[in-house]
């Protein structure tokens, strides 16, 4: 992919997440180094994290939870620190080099069949060794109440027990991503893996 291409796969993620938010910070993680870049929920915000991807930026991450305050660079949103989400996300790992665990989906039809039980995606990304979906919310849900975050907690809880459940229907497994402080591969970098073919995060589709 050119790196005009690598630009509008990571702009159109991060607009289509972060574009509506107007309070609080959003960040991104790197595997190597463990290092968080906080950035603040703007327009602003938003061109200096697209512009800090290149061709060559590999294992990026971004948090599914917003924080009201720019996270220390070894820290991550925890259940404590996070003000607000934006969308509620399932991961589907692949059969592929780099995945070799037992049950999962063998065919389309299977992953095809999953997706009927649920509301159309917002969203979908190809993670390079498997699938990510994302349902982006009307507007971002920013927690007013001890009480209010306590309630997104259990809906992230309980959504991805839905979608474990639903895929055993369906004949294989997905990891049960129930935590708040979730994070997740941004499209326009590289899915890197030992053992594994080196493969590009893409934007497939945006509803």
Known sequence: MQKGGVLMSTRRFFEALFGEVE???????????KNTLSYKCSEKGLNNAIASITNETENRFVGMALSQTELEQSRRVTKDTASGIVAFWCDIDTPCAAHKKAGLPKSDAQIKKFMSFLPAPSMKVKSGNGLHLYWILKEPWIFETPEEKEEAIAAIYLWAKTLTARAA??????D???NISQVLRIPGTLNKKPDAPTARCEVEVIT
């Open 169 to 174: 229907d369906c004949g294989f497994t997905i």
């Open 23 to 33: 309070q609080g910070y959003f960040y991104t993680w790197s595997l190597k180094g």
């Open 176 to 178: 049960s991503l129930s």
